[in-house]
């Protein structure tokens, strides 16, 4: 079993819409939830972090995390065409415990 | 320079050669990371340093040897590579270590193994 699961997409949506990127783990010992975001050919560079349960909104980007269903997503809106990129999950624990998912594609359709 | 550099940017190398990636961070953290990016796969952690002293060695081939000097400089001397090792090979930096921190990661090396 993998410790991040993510679609891997690709995940298409018109200019102006919600896009939604969901992703699961394994571990219930999981502590930190991130989202990165990596543009084709570039290093990945970070969205959002959350740490407890429930949502954390920053401009234009929401987290969820529920703990209890082992599930983190982050939600776009206003897509743009500038979002057009692989959004990575990454969970880690203590104990130097990193794991990243496969990334989903987005694309934002103008 | 701010924040990750990294050099070279491409390596193109046989399986015979030693070659060295160096890694350097101008953010003032204490510890640093090595991944591997292969396609279609998620980032694997190869090593992690903190405060210079190597923390975490996740099953890493021998024929990867990282190195770190000092809290700025990360290294990792490849030897003996096989094709299946080219990927793209990010370094990455944050605060102290803990699974709290964000990592805030280089451009990385593509790395091709002939």
């Known amino acids: 079993q993998k410790e991040v699961e993510q679609n891997s997409g690709p995940l298409s949506v018109p200019e102006g819409a919600i896009a939604s990127l969901n992703c699961t783990y394994s571990?219930?010992?999981?502590?930190?939830f991130f989202w990165y975001r990596q543009y084709s050919g570039k290093s990945p560079e970070l969205i959002m972090s959350?740490?407890?349960?429930g949502d954390k909104e920053d401009g234009r980007f929401t987290a969820q995390l529920n703990k209890a269903s082992q599930y983190v997503s982050l939600l776009i809106r206003d897509s743009q065409p500038s979002d057009s990129a692989t959004y990575l999950c990454a969970v880690t624990r203590t104990g130097n415990q990193f794991y990243f998912g496969t990334g989903t594609s987005l694309t934002v359709i103008p | 320079e701010t924040g990750v550099t990294q050099t070279p940017r491409h390596l193109v190398m046989g399986m015979t050669n030693k070659k060295s990636l160096k890694c350097e961070q101008h953010?003032?953290?204490?510890?640093m990371y090595w991944y591997k990016q292969s396609a279609k796969k998620p980032l694997e952690l190869m090593f992690v340093y903190s405060l210079e002293e190597r923390v975490e060695n996740n099953s890493v081939p021998s024929r990867f040897s990282p190195e770190c000097p000092n809290s700025s400089h990360l290294f990792l001397h490849l030897h003996t590579l096989q094709p299946e090792d080219s990927a793209l090979y990010l370094c990455?930096?944050?605060?102290?270590?803990?699974?709290?921190?964000?990592?805030?990661f280089g451009p990385g090396t593509r790395l091709t193994v002939l």
């Open positions: 959350i740490y407890s349960n």
């Open positions: 990455a930096s944050s605060q102290e270590g803990l699974h709290t921190d964000t990592q805030y």
């Open positions: 953010l003032g953290h204490n510890a």
């Open positions: 571990d219930r010992g999981s502590q930190s």
